[in-house]
């Protein structure tokens, strides 16, 4: 997917093209992530485990966040931390994509 048409200015190059679409699907990446570390951590708030064991939707929601989450997430200041961590990779991203325009 590319990106860098919403960003372009006349003075683009193959090098600019590049950067911008890897430092906005790096961004997606990690805005993902951190949507996947809330559904996980509002789905343990509000889900109690003899619900789970009976409701399907639930079951695959927990699989699906469970395959795509990079890194498990065991309590609550896991996922705290790991949305901080995606949320200053985030920051940063964005710095250097306006470095970089």
């Known amino acids: ?57 639930i079951q695959n929601l927990t699989k699906q966040i469970d395959e795509k989450i990079m890194k498990p997430i065991k309590n609550r200041a896991e996922a705290v931390q790991m949305m901080r961590v995606n949320i200053q990779n985030s920051d940063n991203i964005i710095n250097n994509i306006i470095k970089a325009n």
Request: glycine share 0%; proline share 0%.
């Open 1 to 57: 997917m590319q990106f860098f048409h919403l960003l372009a200015s006349d003075q683009e190059t193959i090098d600019t093209k590049t950067s911008v679409n890897t430092y906005l699907k790096n961004l997606i990446h990690y805005i993902h992530q951190n949507f996947l570390v809330a559904a996980k951590f509002i789905k343990t708030r509000i889900v109690q485990q003899t619900q789970q064991s009976n409701n399907v939707w």
